[in-house]
């Protein structure tokens, strides 16, 4: 490498969250907003009808950190998509494909970008929702490594949907009829113990529901399935998905012709 | 020396559209070099392959000995190229553009060049201002910094002169002019043929993926136009008239190939006793150069 040049990906990064930081009305306290409203409605109508680990734990408090995951989660992929499409669409992706950047470098960046963004939404919601029930962090660490991980796989899939789609109306039903399902359906709203025998079956071949229940974990120490399984079915589905764009890259899918 | 740019037998094919059939061009370092051709030729392909964004069927393209594939690092930190679309992000300035953009090379504390960048490119009162406020001129300006922010020693410029108004053109060219002269090989794609006859040393012409003509721009106009020449005369001899244009009244236009041939003309007329009265010479333009090539290629 010609000593005189370093890497590019850091710029990538940093453009990637001065983008976001400049809309920071749409892209953050828009969905903290939004939480917050999911919050009151959802604990204000099922507080007094729903059981959770068997009363071990509110309902507002059991939900809080499932909408705080479910913001990571849906930030982190409207951050890369957003991102990827909009300079598709426009045009200037251009300046992204012209300078030596390499399918790690452009890899990293959009991630790293997307889980900042997550993380960052995350956090809001946690610091507006903390008011309204006593919440405990058991495994911190535990709890990290689920944000960490699930805004990653967000990040990752993100990037591909917004190399993937040609149009927003694309984008937008990969969203719409993918994520957002996952997401509701993960047990966000519930614990999977509370569903029939079948759709309690069905959540298991739903990665969200992992990453919900093992970030939940990290708060009760109480989870659906062992918090061990939860990470490693996260962490596999994380490397399938990073492997998978980073071919997507190389290949320069819809990106170089 | 080694080549700035060397493209082998690059061939590439979209759907049934052969856009390039087995290119060969090589652009040696320091050149002024034009690539001209109508719409469809192969020109913005050629560029893509050579800055990465195109990949193709087969052959190599190089920068600078660095093979745009393998080597692809060092071959596009020594490429700048002003695409031909009026492209940019909404969500930054101008400066911030021009700092992002370095910074993709990782070039680090790029203030100074891109100060001067700034000024040469007359947009120092515009460095805050969102790209969304900037003129169409503007924004093309904003394009060739982008593409020279990390001075690159070969600059392809695909068209930078569409749209953009007379006065700004003229200050564009003299400071691509000058970059030139500071040693940067230019390779320009334009419709302006008198720009490309003004600028470039050398010129290739492309049409239907194959090069139809390369040679030095004096070459390409003294073979391949010659003159025109109006004279009056009563008469003009009979081994002449297969080269007349047009014939208004005592005035005839020819079609000469060279000085040489012009001479031979006036022998012929004084041998015949035949009197000019009035004589006018016209040298070919790259215009009617490239008419007369894109007319012939099949």
Known sequence: MNPAFGSGWLTLLYKELLRFWKVSFQTILAPVLTALLYLLIFSHVLEAHVSVFEGRVRYTAFLIPGLVMMSVLQNAFANSSSSMIQSKITGNLIFVLLPPLSPLDMYAAYVLGAMVRGLVVGAGVLAVTLWFAPLSLEHPLWALAFALLGSAILGTLGLIAGIWADKFDQLAAFQNFLIMPLTFLSGVFYSIHTLPPFWQALSHFNPFFYMIDGFRYGFFGLSDIAPGVSLAVVAAACLALSGLTLVILQRGYKLRH | ?298
């Open chain 2, 1 to 298: 020396m080694t080549p700035a740019v060397e493209i082998l037998r690059v061939a590439r094919r979209f759907g049934n559209v052969q856009a390039l059939a087995g290119v060969d061009l090589v652009v040696g370092p320091g050149e002024f070099f034009g690539l001209l051709g109508p719409n469809g030729a192969g020109k913005t392909t050629l560029i893509s392959i050579l800055a990465g964004l195109t990949r193709a069927d087969a052959g190599t393209a190089r920068v600078l000995g660095h093979d745009v594939v393998d080597d692809y690092r060092n071959a596009r930190r020594l490429l700048g190229v002003v695409p031909q679309e009026l492209v940019f992000d909404p969500f930054f300035t101008v400066r911030e553009t021009l700092e992002i953009q370095a910074g993709y090379f990782g070039l680090r504390n790029a203030d100074d060049w891109i100060d001067e960048l700034l000024h040469h490119l007359d947009l120092t009162s515009r460095a805050h201002s969102n790209m969304r406020a900037l003129s169409g001129g503007m924004k093309r300006r904003v394009l060739v910094g982008q593409a020279l922010v990390h001075k690159p020693p070969v600059i392809v410029l695909d068209e930078p002169t569409a749209g953009v108004d007379v006065e700004l053109r003229q200050s564009l060219w003299a400071f691509i002019r000058k970059l030139n002269s500071d040693g940067h090989t230019i390779i320009l794609t334009t419709h302006y043929l008198e720009e490309a006859e003004a600028l470039c040393g050398r010129i290739a012409m492309l049409k239907a993926g194959r090069i139809v003509a390369l040679d030095t721009k004096q070459n390409l106009l003294s073979s391949f136009a010659g003159l025109t020449v109006r004279l009056t005369a009563d008469s003009l001899p009979e081994d002449w008239q297969s080269r007349i244009l047009r014939r208004d009244d005592q005035s005839y236009v020819l079609s000469l190939s060279n000085y040489a041939e012009l001479e031979r003309l006036l022998a012929t007329l004084r041998a015949h006793e035949i009197a000019v009265t009035e004589l006018s010479l016209q040298e070919a333009d790259l215009e009617q150069v490239f008419l007369r090539i894109m007319a012939r290629a099949h």
